[in-house]
C-alpha cells in the first residue's frame, strides 16, 4: 500500500508560478513510476508529467519547457515546478504512485487568474 498527499496548490496570476509537492509514505520502495495529472472542470483527468525509477521524465506537450518534475533521493517525495502559469493551467492537481497497482493522492487544486 502507498499513501500519497499533495500540497502547494493555490491561486496564482497568469505568468506566476507554483510548486507542487507529493509526500509518499508506505511501500515506497515498491514504487516504478510517479507522476501528476490533472483534472479541469468537465474535463477528462490528463497525464502532466511522469518521472520513473530510472529518472527519465516524460510530459505533455501543453506544459513541456514550463513544468519539471522531480523527486528526493529517497523517493519519497515528487514535486512539480509550475513556471508561466496560464489561465488553462487551472485544475485539480493528482499525484499518482504505480507499484503495477495505481494509487492517487486526494489532489490539490491550482486556480490561474487572467
Known amino acids: 500500500q502507498v499513501q500519497l498527499v499533495e500540497s502547494g496548490g493555490g491561486l496564482v496570476q497568469a505568468g506566476g508560478s507554483l510548486r507542487l509537492s507529493c509526500a509518499a509514505s508506505g511501500s515506497i520502495s515498491s514504487i516504478y513510476r510517479m507522476g501528476w495529472y490533472r483534472q479541469a472542470p468537465g474535463k477528462q483527468r490528463e497525464l502532466v508529467a511522469l518521472?520513473?525509477?530510472?529518472?527519465?521524465?516524460n510530459y505533455v506537450d501543453s506544459v513541456r519547457g514550463r513544468f519539471t518534475i522531480s523527486r528526493d533521493n529517497a523517493k519519497s517525495t515528487v514535486y512539480l515546478q509550475m513556471n508561466s502559469l496560464k489561465p488553462e493551467d487551472t485544475a485539480v492537481y493528482y499525484c499518482?504512485?504505480?507499484?503495477?497497482?495505481?494509487?492517487w493522492g486526494k489532489g490539490t487544486p491550482v486556480t490561474v487568474s487572467s
Open positions: 518521472i520513473i525509477d530510472s529518472g527519465v521524465t
Open positions: 499518482n504512485a504505480f507499484t503495477y497497482v495505481n494509487y
